[in-house]
Nanobody, 125 residues
Framework: QVQLQESGPGLVKPSQTLSLTCTVS??????????FSWIRQRPGKGLEWMGI???????FYTPSLKTRTSISRDTSKNQFFLTLTSVTPEDTAVYYC?????????????????WGKGSLVTVPS
């Protein structure tokens, strides 16, 4: 059974960097046809796809967040990471990691086969 679990601080000060970890079990982050995404949902908003890392380590980001977002991984720990710089209160959200088994080609949100439970990150005003 594939499982994903987000972890990281629940409070980040404005202008600082948000860092989250997704620990994956049941599938390797280097498995062919799999890719791993970060997604967020801000209060009162819909799901927002942020970026993805593929089995070869290549990354792709949504244009609106590209300059502030970085996704990386540690294959030895089967984890992947989100870094979001220069946060503001607008970055307050529940952050999810998720995986799709149909890469290449982004399949959001319906094609996301497995999701973590989400991690609330608050950036105070």
């Amino acid at each position: 059974q594939v499982q994903l679990q987000e972890s990281g601080p629940g409070l980040v000060k404005p202008s600082q960097t948000l860092s989250l970890t997704c620990t994956v079990s049941g599938v390797s982050t280097t498995t062919a046809s799999y890719a791993f995404s970060w997604i967020r949902q801000r209060p009162g908003k819909g799901l927002e796809w942020m970026g993805i890392i593929a089995r070869d380590g290549s990354t792709f980001y949504t244009p609106s967040l590209k300059t502030r977002t970085s996704i990386s991984r540690d294959t030895s720990k089967n984890q992947f990471f989100l870094t979001l710089t220069s946060v503001t209160p607008e970055d307050t959200a529940v952050y999810y990691c998720a995986t799709q088994s149909s890469w290449p080609g982004l399949s959001f949100p319906r094609g996301m086969d497995f999701w973590g439970k989400g991690s609330l990150v608050t950036v105070p005003s």
